[in-house]
């Protein structure tokens, strides 16, 4: 009896060391389904056939219909790094920023990601990235890291900005050489070179500025903190406050087609809408989104992307927002 029950002991060994070790069938296709729902977004790039999102814990997000299904890009050296801005070069070239000095770059559209630089050790973020065209690109974030890379991002040197450690949150500008940088405690800095000289401009406003937008060589918008819109209408030497009636914090935006504004959203799914010359249009919400911290326009509709990311209840997808709708 002895030897019979040491046998099916032996066997039943066998057969769970045989079944571990053995090829597993991969998992069903429903179990590898993207949840962009559960995933905090802090960028968003409208391609033209794709959209692509990026967030929390290195999460990089693609969609190839607009916005209503996601798929995960391939990403060679994932960090679960948050990441904070994405940008394109060009129709394939792509370069996303995050924590931890990560910078990551593709030349597929975003399907496949290389990692360019990562920084662990000194652990502190990128806020934002901005490319006038070609291959000159900058980088930015917190304590006044300002990196340039003139190989279209596969290779970062660092810049000193006169600044005192100040975070940078957000840059624009065009190919005439205008280009500004916004960041804590009202701090602007302005440049008529592509930045071979930077002036910082006199402070008009002691919060943070988390955006800044170009609409045209003069007009200029920016925002942040207790929901402060700023314009200017002399590239920077005068600016006046829009009043938007609420007081909470704006962290993204978009621009609208045919230079017909933007639209900023923020905390507490706020939407503020600018025409072409930074005027006040609406102010509205959408509701049950959270917090907003990007945005952008696919087709006519208004993609945005926050704390729950791009998809939102059961209606699918945000895109199915139209703008018009949005911003009336």
Request: with cysteine.
């Amino acid at each position: 009896m002895r030897s019979v029950i040491g046998y099916v002991v032996c066997l039943v060994v066998a057969l769970t060391i045989g079944y571990t070790f053995s090829p597993k069938t991969p998992p069903q296709a429903e179990l590898l389904v993207t949840h962009p729902d559960r995933v905090q977004i802090n960028g968003l790039l409208n391609l033209g056939s794709r959209v692509v999102a990026v967030g929390e814990r290195g999460s990089i997000l693609l969609s190839d219909d607009q916005g209503v299904s996601w798929q995960p890009a391939s990403v060679a050296t994932q960090r679960n790094a948050t990441l904070t801005a994405v940008i394109a070069l060009d129709d394939k070239r792509l370069l996303t920023v995050g924590h931890d000095g990560w910078i990551l770059r593709s030349e597929d559209a975003g399907s496949s990601w290389q990692e360019i630089r990562h920084d662990s050790d000194l652990g502190e973020p990128l806020l934002g990235v901005w490319s006038g065209g070609g291959d000159s690109v900058m980088a930015f974030g917190s304590f006044g890291k300002f990196y340039q890379s003139l190989d279209a991002g596969k290779t970062w040197s660092p810049q000193a900005l006169d600044i005192d450690s100040a975070h940078l949150n957000g840059m624009a500008g065009g190919n005439d050489g205008r280009r500004m940088l916004v960041g804590e405690q009202g701090l602007v800095l302005r440049t008529t070179d592509g930045g071979k000289h930077w002036q910082t401009l006199p402070a008009f406003y002691s919060g943070s500025l988390f955006g800044i937008v170009r609409l045209s060589a003069s007009n200029w918008v920016t925002y942040g903190m207790r929901g402060h819109v700023f314009v200017s209408h002399d590239f920077g030497e005068t600016w006046t406050q829009i009043k938007v009636g609420n007081q909470l914090p704006l962290y993204g935006h978009a621009l609208l087609p045919d230079q017909s504004g933007l639209v900023i959203v923020g905390a507490g799914s706020s939407v503020v809408r600018l025409d072409a010359k930074g005027e006040l249009v609406g102010v509205g919400r959408l509701a049950g989104l959270g917090t907003l911290t990007s945005a952008t326009v696919v087709g006519s509709r208004l993609l945005v992307g926050g704390e729950r990311g791009v998809l939102q209840g059961s209606g699918g997808s945000v895109a199915a927002l139209v703008t018009t709708q949005v911003t009336q």
